[in-house]
C-alpha cells in the first residue's frame, strides 16, 4: 500500500508545482503567498511518503486531497485535478491493501510449505 501511496503522492508534488506556477500568472494572489501555500503543499506531500505506515498517515493524505480539491477556488482547473488525485488516493489506499493481503497469504503459504 505504502508504494501505490507514495506514488499518488509523488504525482501530486509535481500537480501542486505547476498548478502554483498557474496560480502565479491566472490567480491574481501575491507570488509569495502562492508560493508560501504551494511550496508547503509540496512539501507536505513528501513528508506524507514517509508518514505512511505512521498512524494518521492515511488521514492526513486525505487532509491534503480535500486541500487539493479545495485550491480549485484559486485554479479552476484543480477541482477536476483534485477530484482525480483524490480517486487515485482511494484506490491506492483500497487496492494496496488488497495487495498486501495478498502477499502476506503467499509468504503465509510459502512458509507452511
Do not use: N
Request: a positive charge.
Amino acid at each position: 500500500m505504502r508504494t501505490l501511496c507514495a506514488s499518488t503522492l509523488i504525482g501530486e508534488f509535481l500537480v501542486i508545482g505547476f498548478a502554483s506556477l498557474v496560480a502565479t500568472r491566472l490567480g491574481g494572489l501575491p507570488t509569495g503567498t502562492v508560493w508560501a501555500v504551494g511550496g508547503t503543499a509540496m512539501v507536505l506531500c513528501l513528508l506524507l511518503c514517509g508518514m505512511l505506515g505512521r498512524p494518521g498517515g492515511l488521514r492526513l493524505g486525505w487532509a491534503l486531497q480535500i486541500g487539493l480539491i479545495a485550491s480549485g477556488f484559486v485554479v479552476p482547473a484543480m477541482f477536476f485535478l483534485g477530484a482525480v488525485f483524490a480517486g487515485l488516493w482511494w484506490a491506492s489506499i483500497h487496492f494496496g491493501r488488497v495487495i498486501d493481503e495478498a502477499k502476506a497469504r503467499s509468504a503465509a503459504g510459502a512458509g507452511a510449505a
